[in-house]
């Protein structure tokens, strides 16, 4: 072995006994490497040198990961690119377009730039996917899943993986290029939905990539809702149907904030209406989870975006074996799950739908933010279901996961959240 890796070698190994000296060695005999890794991805002197530094601050939490000294140099390169990556979007004071992430589904190897016209036509053709494929092309380009990793999850031999990868490209290029032969508009395309919607629906799932904070926080949640089962809920809601099964109490939110599709049609502004819209039930308990996007017009800043993620569970059942408290207890053990050892504060607050509601915040830094809110559905809202008010009870709890995240990795910048990994 050459010394000079021997050497490497051991001070790696002293590191992981907890030896800080011989990690500032480590640091010592690998920085112009790192330095100029983080410089091929930033392009930028002083942010190289940020990140570099924030890679070692990684490493040496994380020593204990690597399982062998001598891949040092490979694993430690990885978290730098990770790293200066994710500085280098987070400099970004817009929101992520398609063209923003470097591996969007492009048709061949080739195709590595896209005009606005063809990011549009690509917006519209992903929505033509079904939901399995959608997961699938966001786990790929945006996640940056290998072909292996996805076909371990999917259950199928990588060949197979390959062939629906290409199965997915084939369909996009069909949609795209027969747009452009028509010189057909994204409008045009999609006749019943307008360019800007079609933008905001093709914009990642970010709670179907589980190394994403989004994602991450979600997987604590359902670990501790493990008993609830998952559910898709349409992102489109129609008005009329929402406001005959339910009243007027169906929107809480202001007029100005609703994404209109049309005088029927709305883009969802939260989980809890759809799910009320699509689930009835039939006598057997109910316990489900759903998770996606939500959209909401006005301001864009460091604590507000157009489209946001959240999480949604639903208790519905008798009463005799749903207990509110119990409930709230399952929610603090949520928290407690995600931001381990943070205080936290319950104030009673108001939902139309609910005869008993509550928010949660969580103290971060002095200062006090809310991040989820629970409730009892009015006895209106039971009867809805299709459950009977003298006998049956039904609880909604909400989570809004880009929060959740900016305070466990410590983002100051909801806007940040959309570009960050978990390395």
Known sequence: MNPTHARLNQLVLRAQRGDVEAFGQVVAETRSMAC???????????????AAQDAYLRAFRRLGDLEDPAGFVVWFRRVVITV??????????????????????VLDETEATWTEGQRQ????????????????CDRRYHGRWSVGRLALDAGVPELVMRKRLQRLRDKLRKEIEVSEQRDLSPDTMRRD?????VELLARPQLTDIPEHPVGEVLHHLRNVFSGHAPIDLPEIVDLTDARAGISSDAIYVEASELHRLDDRRILRYDLTLP????VHYTGAPLRLVAAGKAYRRGR??????????QAEILFVDERAHLDPWRVTGQVLQSIEAVLPGRSVRINPTRYAMCRQAWELDVEHDGQWFEVMAWGIFSDA???HLGGDPAAHVAIGVGYGLERLAM?????????KVETARVA
């Open 300 to 309: 864009i800043d460091a604590t507000h975006l157009e489209a946001f993620h």
């Open 193 to 197: 939905l307008p360019a800007a919607v």
């Open 275 to 278: 799910l009320l819209l699509t």
């Open 407 to 415: 305070l466990r990795y410590g983002i100051d910048d909801i806007r």
């Open 36 to 50: 100029a890794v983080a410089m091929g991805v930033v392009r930028d002197p002083g942010l190289a040198q940020d």
């Open 84 to 105: 200066a990556l994710n500085l280098k979007r987070s400099r970004r004071t817009t929101l992520l377009r398609l063209d923003d992430v470097p591996d969007v589904p």
């Open 381 to 383: 809202i039971v009867r």
């Open 121 to 136: 036509r690509l917006g519209a053709a992903l929505l033509t996917l079904s939901p399995g494929e959608r997961r699938l």
